[in-house]
């Protein structure tokens, strides 16, 4: 019976012409959804948790609990021998790593997904890891690249906004690397999941991806993308009736007061019968604190009630120590989900002298338990 009031996005259903079910009215109605927000669930950062380590840059930070009963953590690194910014675009790999607790501290175990070499979309740089487990499988979404020339070093450093940065953020595609075990080994399809679309929205790279498994076992993408003219970053949705696609997406990104929202780095889940999404508001339009987090809800997973957005996460960071510290940046969020509850939000941080990731002294991921 329950079954019946779920979300009916199989089939032919297109997200651009969504149809409203049981599972949309109930979700519209509830009041589970709204009984707390999220920052409320939010509990002090853990000290001495989360991943860091000595000789590289780490960024992003996705969690996930494997066959093993460990926790596990799938960031991206950068050889400290570069500045963090914008070597992140250039040499970047995503490593595991692992504790027995889910607040860690996790402890570098593998590179579990470098870049492959050759003419692939992601020979020469990984990032941005997300990771869910569907049925058997473990599905490692993440951000590969490509481009031409040396690999820059500290005697020959990229240069931000230089031609072939902007020529490599272009490149930049989702890829999805399947296996049975945490531990890998880690398959990859030649092809990138998802394209960009030329004279569209989303016509210049495709990353930050996010991956919801919704209950009728069709999945939601929100991803990142710009236009050409390297404007303001936009997220957006596609729908598929299986993880490997085909995607329908969205014509439109996400919109805020009928303009699209300048937001990255979403976040997707399920939850109280409604599609949940935490992101980066890089505006302060939208929550009402630049580069603070947005935590919003949708009832089918196209359109998105920005007007009743709340604020998620701040970069004055209160840790369980009894410190506060202000954090140059706190991105990427990323939820630990177990028995489809979230219990945990990982975020990258990063200090520095001031709000720009070149500066970056220190970058790692911290740990946030919810309430």
């Excluded at 930070?61 to 950068?78: K, M």
């Excluded at 498994?213 to 949705?237: T, W």
Aim: proline share 9%; net charge positive; with cysteine.
């Amino acid at each position: 019976m329950k079954r019946r009031l779920f979300l009916k996005l199989v089939g032919t259903a297109s997200l651009a012409a969504p149809v409203f079910t049981a599972f949309q009215v109930r979700a519209a109605t509830s009041t589970v959804a709204t009984a707390r927000t999220f920052l409320s669930r939010l509990q002090p950062a853990v000290a001495g948790g989360g991943f860091e380590l000595t000789d590289y840059w780490v960024w992003c930070g996705a969690p996930i609990r494997g066959e093993d009963g460990r926790y596990h953590l799938f960031a991206s690194r950068v050889p400290k021998e570069v500045p963090f910014h914008p070597h992140w675009l250039f040499r970047s790999e995503i490593v595991r790593a692992e504790s027995e607790k889910p607040v860690g501290p996790y402890r570098f175990a593998e590179v579990a997904l470098p870049p492959r070499g050759g003419d692939f979309f992601d020979a020469r740089s990984t990032h941005n890891p997300h990771i869910r487990k569907v049925g058997e499988s473990f599905l490692l979404l993440y951000m590969g690249t490509n481009y031409d020339g040396p690999t820059p070093s500290q005697e020959h450093p990229e240069v931000w906004r230089s031609p072939r940065y902007l020529a490599t953020w272009a490149r930049k595609r989702i890829g999805l690397a399947t296996s049975q075990s945490v531990f890998g080994p880690w398959k990859r399809p030649d092809q990138p999941l998802i394209e960009p679309r030329p004279g569209e929205w989303d016509s210049i790279a495709t990353t930050n991806p996010s991956l919801c498994p919704l209950p009728d076992n069709s999945f939601l993408l929100a991803y990142k993308s710009r236009k050409e003219n390297l404007g303001q970053l936009q997220v957006g949705v596609a729908h598929a009736p299986h993880y490997t696609g085909p995607w329908k997406r969205q014509p439109t990104p996400w919109l805020f007061r009928g303009k699209p929202a300048h937001v990255e780095d979403p976040f997707l889940w399920y939850e109280d019968g409604r599609v949940q999404a935490l992101m980066k508001d890089m505006t302060s339009e939208i929550c009402g604190e630049k580069f603070a987090g947005v935590h919003v809800t949708s009832a089918d997973g196209l359109s998105w009630d920005f007007d009743r957005a709340t604020l998620a996460y701040r970069p004055t960071v209160r840790w369980s120590d009894g410190r506060t510290t202000q954090q140059g940046f706190l991105e990427r969020p990323q939820l630990l989900i177990e028995n489809r509850i979230p219990t945990h939000l990982f975020c990258a941080t990063a200090e520095g002298p001031g709000d720009d990731l070149k500066d970056a002294t220190r970058t790692r991921n911290i740990v946030f338990p919810l309430d």
